[in-house]
Structure formats: C-alpha cells, structure tokens
C-alpha cells in the first residue's frame, strides 16, 4: 500500500532577500514555518531548512527501522536518542550525513548493538533516498 | 563557502509496532513532534513523519531554486507556491521504499511564458541539492504552472 506525504510552501521574491514559509503538511502537525537563504546558509536564528528537515526525516527514520531490527532480534530497546547532522556547503549542497544514536538495551553487547545499527542504517527507507551523500553512524549502548 | 551543520533529534521508546518517537529541529523551530509506526503507513491522525519532513525539505529547497532561476532570468517571482508530494511503497521483498517525490510550482511572474516557467522549474528541480540526491533511487517529477498573470495563456 502506497503512502502519500505532501508538504506546501509559499514563497515570495528572489533568493537572496525573499522569504518563505512552509505552510502546511498532510498531517497538519506543523505550518507556517518561515524559512529564508540566509537562515539556510548562515546563521539560522530560529528558523528551519531543508537541511534541519532532512536531518529530522533520517533521525526519526533511522530511529524506526532500528527499534524494529532490535525487536526482530529479541532485544527489543527500552529507548533510543538518535541525532541526525545534516552538513550543507552552499554551491555544492548536502556533502554529508553523521548519525549518532545512544540505545538502552537490555541484554546486549556493545557489539551486537553497533552491528544492527548498521543494518538499520542501510534499510531505513530516508537513508536509501539520500545514499547519494555519505551517511556515517556512530552507534553504542547508552 | 563555509559549511552549514543543521541537526534534529529523535527519542524513541518502546518496540516498533506499539513504540512511539519524538522529533525536535536543533534550531527550535519544531519540538518533540511525535510519530509512529501506525501513523507512518496508514493515517496520519495529525502525526508527521518521516516522508512528510522530506516533503516538507524538498518542496523548501525547491521554492528556493526556483526562486533563484527565475531571480537570475531577470523575473522574480511575486508569489511562488510550491508542494512536494513524498510516496512511500512498499516493495516486492515487503520493505518499504521511498519512490517518488512529486514537485508542483505555481508562479505568479511577469514576463515568462508557460514553456519558459516549465523550461526554468526543471532547471531548478536540477539545481536543488535534494532532487540529485532523490533521483538517485527514486523518481522526482516536475510539474510548472503560471497562475493570475497576463502571460503565458
């Protein structure tokens, strides 16, 4: 079964001194989130970019199909904090991705932990769309 | 240029049927949105997800090429609106892949015509750092649309 997302954005003027705004998703659970190229590009001064979006989409991605590979593995975590940074050179665009997730699993080894990290960070369907950048994983037990 | 680090963070509890996260934006502009398996592949309820945030990353770097191409052209646009459509479907092995991420911009803008909106959204498709990444493994659409100007009827 195929799940469509659908996100809008109004945007007005040119690039440099224009300004946007995500307006509305599908779910309805954000709007009206200002976004700019100076905000992108330098400093963000509160507001989101693609980038942050990106970064949100693969943590939280990564963070599902991992908790789903711990339970297919009878060790199911009791908690995971994932951070995604999104590294963005302007000209040049995303040039990289670091994942970095802290797990509370009882019963396993450090080892084990890092080894269905990995697996999850290459099935995760948010790292297979975006494999054209390289994606580096720092994983270990809490 | 120097590079830009932008992060989010996720807390996840529990096993992936029942379990449940919360997605917060480093800079502050969103915090603990939560998310879920359920509302992932099924109805959202008012939950976003993953393929929603991309939606929502890609439909924003897009705006913002084609507010460059068409700046560059010599006609800015007066008002752009832009949606990004992410469809996530599940593949013959039973995973579930993302497929496609659809583009849709309308544009009100003087001196363009509808060929040369359609000529420069494609060009800005090409130059938004997320459609090369996307394109990679999944297919990205182009669709351009004048709206409420004199030209390009």
């Known amino acids: 079964m195929a799940t469509d997302r659908k996100a809008e954005v109004t945007w007005q003027g040119d690039l440099m001194s224009g300004n946007g705004s995500i307006d509305s998703v599908t779910s309805g659970a954000f709007g009206g989130l200002d976004v700019s190229w100076p905000a992108r590009s330098e400093a963000p001064e509160g507001k ?10 693969h943590s939280s991605c990564f963070s599902m199909a991992f908790s789903n590979g ?10 995971l904090n994932v951070t995604a ?19 509370v699993v009882d019963g396993m080894s450090n080892e084990d932990f890092v080894k269905a990290a990995e697996a999850a960070k290459t099935g995760c369907p948010v790292s297979q769309a975006l494999s054209g950048t390289t994606i580096t994983l720092d994983a270990a037990l809490a | 240029m ?3 680090q932008r992060e989010a963070n996720v807390t996840w509890a529990g096993n992936v049927a029942r379990g449940s996260g919360a ?14 398996l359920a509302t ?9 997800s993953p393929e929603e945030l991309l939606a929502a990353a890609h439909a924003a770097c897009f705006a913002m090429s084609v507010a460059s191409e068409l700046t560059s052209a010599g006609t800015p646009p007066e008002h752009l609106d832009v949606t990004a459509t992410v469809t996530l479907d599940q593949v013959e092995d039973g995973s579930h892949r993302i497929v496609s991420s659809e583009l849709l911009a309308r ?14 959204a494609q060009a800005a498709s090409e130059g938004c750092t997320l459609s090369k990444l ?8 182009v669709n351009a649309r004048l709206e409420g100007g004199t030209d390009g009827d």
């Open chain 1, 85 to 103: 940074d999104v590294e963005f050179t302007p000209g040049t665009g995303i040039t990289g991705i670091k994942l970095t997730v802290r797990g």
């Open chain 2, 23 to 36: 997605i917060s934006a480093g800079t502050g502009a969103f915090d603990e949105l939560p998310y879920s």
């Open chain 1, 70 to 79: 711990l339970a297919s593995n009878q060790t199911p975590a009791t908690r």
């Open chain 1, 48 to 57: 989101t970019s693609p980038e942050e979006l990106i970064a949100a989409a």
């Open chain 2, 134 to 141: 996307i394109e990679a493994s999944a297919k990205v659409t």
């Open chain 2, 40 to 48: 992932r592949i099924e109805r959202p309820d008012g939950k976003t």
């Open chain 2, 2 to 4: 120097p590079r830009v």
């Open chain 2, 107 to 120: 544009a009100r803008v003087t001196g363009v015509d509808a060929a040369g909106f359609e000529r420069l």
